[in-house]
Nanobody, 127 residues
């Protein structure tokens, strides 16, 4: 059974940085698609960034491109999200996601395509 546990959230000021981590267990994480979604209060769930193994590489939402960086540590089964130049609109609960398939680009944006979700970690950016 795949188990995802996020950490690293917190309260920061606009312009600060945070690093989120997701510890994965339950299988070998060297294939498939893994990354992050977020959901702000009163808003729909939003794609943030994912990494696709087998040559797919990282994919970012336009809203975070150039500010956020996703990275994978295969040895430790972790995925991290380095978030720089944070903005108040980045405030949300951030969820780690994983699917055993390497999703094609047109499918990475939809959370319904991921079979595994973490419990989430709160990120709050004050202005």
């Amino acid at each position: 059974q795949v188990h995802l546990v996020e950490s690293g959230g917190g309260l920061v000021q606009a312009g600060d940085s945070l690093r989120l981590s997701c510890a994965a267990s339950g299988r070998t994480f060297s294939s498939g698609t893994m990354g992050w979604f977020r959901q702000a209060p009163g808003k729909e769930r939003e794609f943030v960034a994912v990494f696709r193994w087998s040559g797919g590489g990282p994919v970012y939402a336009d809203s975070v491109k150039g500010r956020f960086t996703i990275s994978i540590n295969n040895a430790k089964n972790t995925v991290s999200l380095q978030m720089n130049s944070l903005k108040p609109e980045d405030t949300a609960v951030y969820y780690c996601v994983f699917d055993a398939s390497r999703l094609i680009l047109s499918r990475v944006w939809d959370g319904e395509n991921y079979n595994h979700w973490g419990q989430g970690t709160q990120v709050t950016v004050s202005s």
